[in-house]
């Protein structure tokens, strides 16, 4: 079974822009998550989807945001890019909503802002 | 809410000695809790996870831990390092019923030494 996969790897964008993250969850999987891992920071969560909607979401402005589609891939957004977006963002996809169920990483996608 | 604690963000051990990496937890009921590794360049690979189902948990690797109550410890051990094994090590929590938010330590870097 293919793993989690993300699309772009890498990405270079400018102050101000916006960009969008793309996922695809392991087949079968219904649940996706979103972490942002920096250096300073370490791995912070940034929100979940489940069956299409947000169930829950970390502690980021307004500027981040995402959705999922009815074949549980999911993006996410980040609009007026700062420098400090600059980070590894990692989704993870889960067999179901419930928090027993463990969580597979995709290889993320590195995200430098300039 | 939940947290877990990572005592040492640098551990340095000679090939084929024991490995030991220290985790606490904090949460007012048993949680889930897991351990990821994460080599350079890439996202997170899961090595086990405690569900309450025994609290001696083997992983993948040659990687085990036992979750500790008494203690709110879930420490990582692997009897015999290798030098494959440097890499970071992440120990993670998640609250029952909270969906899939995992909330991460800081994670040890695991250097093995010839």
């Known amino acids: 079974k293919a793993g989690v996969t993300q699309t772009p790897r890498y990405l270079i964008k400018t102050r101000g822009q916006q960009v969008t993250l793309s996922c695809s969850p392991i087949?079968?999987?219904?649940?996706v998550s979103w972490y942002q891992q920096t250096p300073g920071q370490g791995l912070q969560f940034l929100f979940e989807?489940?069956?299409?909607?947000?169930?829950n979401k970390g502690n980021f402005p307004g500027r981040f945001s995402g959705r999922q589609f009815s074949n549980s891939r999911s993006e996410m957004n980040v609009s007026t890019l700062e420098l400090g977006d600059s980070a590894l963002y990692l989704c993870?996809?889960?067999?179901?909503?419930?928090?027993?169920?463990?969580?597979?990483f995709g290889p993320g996608t590195r995200l430098t802002v300039t | 809410a939940q947290s877990v604690t990572q005592l040492g963000s640098h551990v340095s051990v000679s090939e084929g000695a024991l490995v030991l990496l220290r985790c606490n937890y904090s949460?007012?009921?048993?949680?889930?809790l897991f351990w990821y590794v994460q080599y350079p360049n890439q996202g997170l690979q899961l090595l086990l996870k405690?569900?309450?189902?025994?609290?001696l948990v083997k992983g993948i690797n040659g990687f085990e831990a036992e979750f500790k109550k008494s203690e709110t410890s879930f420490h990582l051990t692997k009897p015999s390092a290798h030098m494959s094994d440097a890499a970071e090590y992440f120990c993670?929590?998640?609250?029952?019923?909270?969906?899939?938010?995992?909330?991460f330590g800081t994670g040890t870097q695991l250097k093995v030494e010839l």
């Open positions: 993870a996809s889960s067999l179901q909503g419930d928090s027993k169920y463990e969580q597979y």
């Open positions: 087949s079968g999987h219904r649940s």
């Open positions: 989807y489940f069956s299409e909607t947000q169930r």
């Open positions: 949460s007012s009921v048993p949680p889930y």
């Open positions: 405690y569900t309450s189902a025994a609290t």
């Open positions: 993670a929590v998640k609250g029952r019923g909270g969906g899939n938010k995992l909330t």
